[in-house]
């Protein structure tokens, strides 16, 4: 399934969201091994807590769905469950592979926890390791799923966690509840307490500290009627779709507000965005709040680490704030994120990247510069999260979104798609078999791209016009177009001018690139043709400290994707296939060794009459590939779907050839 979401004006009006799916794992497991029957109402009915609920009926626990969000537990005691027949799958749900671990480690019979490819790729050590330490015998490769449990006696400790994790917290606490003695878990940094919260409720008696949960083995759980809130995870895709539209005020009904979990309405709030708190009331222990939402204007800001495990699951609609905020975004210590559904932080800034918005990366964060969102087609990786939140990107985006593999929406979030079409959003779900750039169909707006992407002298540049005036296709050579904002700034005589002001410049070119009749390229700037003032060493100087600009390369960025026309493009430079057109349909990555590459540019200054030394050059070459990669803006590397080829001992026609007969594998010309 995939989404196709408009531009849109949304309207103002009364909605809600679909139950905490947190508190709905716990509800599930909790009234399964509490003494009596446990009513959940508000119960979210998608696709991981329905596994939590199959995976609990195997085991034994008499459940009854008697609407899709009321459930009827009927509990079998502490020690009640029985042994399944087969393996449990949990989905994509790692909330409840790394529960049901803890829930299951002290039980008197085995078990065996599988999930779908995404959730067999997330590490579990993380709660292997602690509940090792109690006595738990838990097979694992590599440290992640399937896991096998086999069940045993279980003895108390005191857990320091390394990391801020709720699910590592609430899997060392259920196993603490089977444990012989005191079992105490100390946080690095608060996380969500729905478990303590639902412990109390159902009678256990455990102690609260600022960091610190102490719980005595042993206890009974008594069973409740449990009201479940409305998820603030889903929420806020609504909460920031409603501030980014204008002059709409929207209420969201019914939303819990544990302040273990308020970080995204703090860091938004922090933004800028006017987000209020009505009604307030408890479900339970859980607070709930009916959240009043109206336009407001975003700005960049430094989010505050200290808020991040509040709001750990919310930070891709927040990238997508920052995205659409003026100035600055810093994101940090959010590595977690990386071992989420998927790596979130590079999802995330690949797919913002592809609407043409500026983001550089960090191994535990990011910074997104503000700006406009333009159209595009982007991958969500087959996580939930990512899919809605760059369908609420969509809705100020300058023109049409896709958004592919959003099967996943379901398990947090069933009826988004109809949620937002009710506050006037123009979003579509199609099937995956229709026509759409995510399912190796054209790409977007049905124009298909080919990029060739490789260091300095990799001979891409003559490749492309070789490639295009063969396929009758339109070229961009990249690397021209800053070396164009360097020309034109020399002109106006504002080549040391900063950073905005040159992105200025590069906004208002207006070029063309054409391919003569004997291949040469012909680059025209207001309709004078300046190939050779482009070739100068002069302007690929200034050229080299344009192209470090962030405010040029986002200026460019949609500039380039402007050369997207019928029948078709070839697109040469550095981040084509990786930042520019992510859905091409053929990406090349054009390399060549330093030493040979360094012969070419030697062979092109000697033909100009430059003596230069060889070693020099090869030095050179090597230094900058070096920066090149290692830069933080657009660094060179392939896109992870890229065709390697080493032109180091190829001629340019065999090149050519090679790139020709892919093309023709994927039907870019029809056979006669």
Same mark, same amino acid.
């Given at each position: 399934?995939?989404?196709?979401?408009?531009?849109?004006?949304? @309207?103002?009006?009364?909605?809600?969201?679909? /139950?905490?799916?947190?508190?709905?794992?716990?509800?599930?497991?909790?009234?399964?091994?509490?003494?009596?029957?446990?009513?959940?109402?508000?119960?979210?009915?998608?696709?991981?807590?329905?596994?939590?609920?199959?995976?609990?009926?195997?085991? /034994?626990?008499?459940?009854?769905?008697?609407?899709?969000?009321?459930?009827?537990?009927?509990?079998?005691?502490?020690?009640?469950?029985?042994?399944?027949?087969?393996?449990?799958?949990?989905?994509?749900?790692?909330?409840?592979?790394?529960?049901?671990?803890?829930?299951?480690?002290?039980?008197?019979?085995?078990?065996?926890? %599988?999930?779908?490819?995404?959730?067999?790729?997330?590490?579990?050590?993380?709660?292997?390791?602690?509940?090792?330490?109690?006595?738990?015998?838990?097979?694992?490769?590599?440290?992640?799923?399937?896991?096998?449990?086999?069940?045993?006696?279980?003895?108390?400790?005191?857990?320091?966690?390394?990391?801020?994790?709720?699910?590592? $917290?609430?899997?060392?606490?259920?196993?603490?509840?089977?444990?012989?003695?005191?079992?105490?878990?100390?946080?690095?940094?608060?996380?969500?307490?729905?478990?303590?919260?639902?412990?109390?409720?159902?009678?256990?008696?455990?102690?609260?500290?600022?960091?610190?949960?102490?719980?005595?083995?042993?206890?009974?759980?008594?069973?409740?009627?449990?009201?479940?809130?409305?998820?603030?995870?889903?929420?806020?895709?609504?909460?920031?779709?409603?501030?980014?539209?204008?002059?709409?005020?929207?209420?969201?009904?019914?939303?819990?507000?544990?302040?273990?979990?308020?970080?995204?309405?703090?860091?938004?709030?922090?933004?800028?965005?006017?987000?209020?708190?009505?009604?307030?009331?408890?479900?339970?222990?859980?607070?709930?709040?009916?959240?009043?939402?109206?336009?407001?204007?975003?700005?960049?800001?430094?989010?505050?680490?200290?808020?991040? %495990?509040?709001?750990?699951?919310?930070?891709?609609?927040?990238?997508?704030?920052?995205?659409?905020? @003026?100035?600055?975004?810093?994101?940090?210590?959010?590595?977690?994120?990386?071992?989420?559904?998927?790596?979130?932080?590079?999802?995330?800034?690949?797919?913002?990247?592809?609407?043409?918005?500026?983001?550089?990366?960090?191994?535990?964060?990011?910074?997104?510069?503000?700006?406009?969102?333009?159209?595009?087609?982007?991958?969500?990786?087959?996580?939930?999260?990512?899919?809605?939140?760059?369908?609420?990107?969509?809705?100020?985006?300058?023109?049409?979104?896709?958004?592919?593999?959003?099967?996943?929406?379901?398990?947090?979030?069933?009826?988004?798609?109809?949620?937002?079409?009710?506050?006037?959003?123009?979003?579509?779900?199609?099937?995956?078999?229709?026509?759409?750039?995510?399912?190796?169909?054209?790409?977007?707006?049905?124009?298909?791209?080919?990029?060739?992407?490789?260091?300095? /002298?990799?001979? $891409? !540049?003559?490749?492309?016009?070789?490639?295009?005036?063969?396929?009758?296709?339109?070229?961009?050579?990249?690397?021209?177009?800053?070396?164009?904002?360097?020309?034109?700034?020399?002109?106006?005589?504002?080549?040391?001018?900063?950073? @905005?002001?040159?992105?200025?410049?590069?906004?208002?070119?207006?070029?063309?690139?054409?391919?003569? $009749?004997?291949?040469?390229?012909?680059?025209?700037?207001? !309709?004078?043709?300046?190939? %050779?003032?482009?070739?100068?060493?002069?302007?690929?100087?200034?050229?080299?400290?344009?192209?470090?600009?962030?405010?040029?390369?986002?200026?460019?960025?949609?500039?380039?994707?402007?050369?997207?026309?019928?029948?078709?493009?070839?697109?040469?430079?550095?981040?084509?296939?990786?930042?520019?057109?992510?859905?091409?349909?053929?990406?090349?990555?054009?390399?060549?060794?330093?030493?040979?590459?360094?012969?070419?540019?030697?062979?092109?200054?000697?033909? $100009?009459?430059?003596?230069?030394?060889?070693?020099?050059?090869?030095?050179?070459?090597?230094?900058?590939?070096?920066?090149?990669?290692?830069?933080?803006?657009?660094?060179?590397?392939?896109?992870?779907?890229?065709?390697?080829?080493?032109?180091?001992?190829?001629?340019?026609?065999?090149?050519?050839?090679?790139?020709?007969?892919?093309?023709?594998?994927?039907?870019?010309?029809? @056979?006669?």
């Amino acid at each position: 399934m995939n989404f196709v979401v408009q531009p849109s004006a949304l @309207e103002s009006g009364e909605t809600t969201v679909p /139950g905490d799916k947190s508190i709905s794992h716990r509800a599930l497991m909790l009234g399964s091994i509490a003494n009596g029957q446990t009513r959940i109402k508000g119960f979210l009915a998608g696709e991981d807590c329905l596994a939590t609920l199959a995976a609990l009926r195997q085991m /034994g626990v008499k459940i009854e769905q008697q609407v899709s969000d009321e459930v009827l537990i009927d509990g079998v005691g502490l020690r009640g469950l029985s042994a399944p027949d087969s393996q449990l799958d949990m989905g994509n749900s790692g909330t409840a592979m790394r529960l049901f671990a803890g829930l299951l480690a002290g039980q008197d019979f085995n078990a065996e926890l %599988s999930g779908d490819e995404s959730l067999s790729q997330r590490p579990m050590n993380r709660v292997i390791k602690p509940l090792g330490m109690m006595g738990a015998k838990i097979n694992a490769k590599d440290g992640k799923p399937p896991l096998s449990i086999f069940g045993n006696s279980l003895c108390g400790i005191e857990y320091a966690s390394p990391v801020a994790s709720a699910q590592v $917290k609430s899997a060392v606490l259920l196993a603490g509840l089977y444990a012989a003695g005191a079992t105490a878990v100390i946080e690095p940094a608060t996380t969500r307490d729905h478990t303590e919260r639902m412990f109390r409720t159902m009678g256990v008696d455990l102690r609260v500290g600022t960091s610190r949960i102490d719980l005595q083995g042993g206890q009974e759980l008594t069973a409740t009627d449990i009201d479940v809130p409305a998820d603030l995870s889903s929420a806020a895709f609504i909460i920031l779709a409603a501030i980014l539209a204008e002059n709409v005020e929207v209420t969201i009904l019914g939303v819990g507000v544990n302040p273990t979990r308020t970080g995204v309405i703090d860091i938004l709030q922090d933004m800028g965005g006017d987000i209020s708190l009505t009604n307030v009331r408890l479900f339970g222990e859980e607070p709930v709040a009916d959240l009043i939402v109206r336009s407001s204007k975003l700005r960049g800001i430094d989010v505050d680490p200290a808020k991040v %495990s509040l709001a750990i699951d919310e930070f891709p609609v927040l990238f997508v704030a920052a995205a659409a905020a @003026e100035g600055k975004t810093t994101f940090s210590g959010i590595g977690e994120l990386r071992v989420k559904e998927s790596d979130r932080i590079a999802a995330m800034a690949e797919g913002l990247r592809a609407l043409s918005v500026t983001v550089e990366e960090s191994p535990d964060g990011a910074v997104v510069y503000g700006g406009k969102l333009y159209g595009g087609s982007v991958k969500s990786y087959g996580d939930h999260r990512i899919a809605m939140s760059f369908a609420i990107a969509a809705t100020v985006a300058e023109w049409t979104v896709h958004v592919g593999e959003t099967d996943a929406v379901s398990t947090s979030f069933p009826g988004f798609v109809e949620c937002l079409q009710g506050l006037g959003v123009d979003i579509v779900a199609q099937s995956g078999d229709e026509d759409s750039p995510m399912d190796g169909g054209p790409s977007a707006n049905g124009i298909s791209v080919i990029t060739i992407d490789g260091p300095s /002298g990799s001979g $891409k !540049g003559t490749i492309a016009r070789r490639v295009a005036q063969a396929l009758g296709m339109h070229l961009l050579d990249s690397g021209a177009l800053y070396r164009l904002v360097a020309l034109e700034a020399t002109n106006r005589n504002e080549s040391d001018a900063a950073g @905005e002001r040159l992105a200025e410049i590069a906004r208002g070119l207006k070029i063309s690139f054409a391919t003569d $009749k004997s291949g040469q390229e012909q680059i025209c700037l207001d !309709g004078v043709e300046v190939s %050779s003032e482009l070739r100068t060493e002069e302007c690929g100087r200034i050229a080299s400290i344009v192209a470090a600009k962030p405010t040029v390369r986002d200026a460019l960025l949609v500039l380039q994707q402007e050369f997207r026309k019928a029948p078709g493009l070839v697109a040469d430079g550095r981040d084509m296939g990786t930042n520019v057109f992510p859905d091409a349909e053929l990406k090349i990555y054009l390399t060549a060794s330093a030493e040979e590459r360094a012969k070419r540019r030697h062979k092109q200054l000697n033909d $100009k009459g430059i003596n230069v030394s060889l070693a020099a050059l090869s030095r050179d070459i090597e230094d900058r590939d070096r920066r090149d990669s290692e830069r933080s803006v657009a660094p060179l590397r392939p896109a992870t779907d890229a065709r390697l080829l080493d032109s180091s001992k190829l001629t340019i026609e065999a090149v050519t050839q090679t790139i020709l007969d892919w093309a023709d594998e994927l039907g870019f010309r029809e @056979e006669d």
